[in-house]
């Protein structure tokens, strides 16, 4: 079994981890915010791709009451 661990290394350890989730979510958001363009733009290309599908799909179904 562990020894408890006394206050201030408790303290500190939690200091520390939550020092290491901030610069981790902040480098996350500044990754994010500089590819958000790319990603958008083939957001946009898969969501023509599959209207324009879905439009093709509906005019050559035989059955025209099915979307």
Do not use: C, S
């Not at 350890?13 to 958008?40: N, Q, S, Y």
């Not at 290309?45 to 599908?53: M, P, R």
């Amino acid at each position: 079994m562990e020894p408890p661990r006394n206050l201030i290394t408790r303290i500190l350890e939690a200091a520390f981890m939550l020092a290491l989730a901030a610069f981790l979510i902040k480098t996350a958001v500044g990754w994010i915010l500089e590819i958000w363009p790319v990603l958008f733009a083939i957001a946009m290309v898969i969501a023509v791709i599959i209207v324009i599908y879905r439009i093709w799909k509906h005019k050559h179904d035989k059955d025209l009451g099915q979307w």
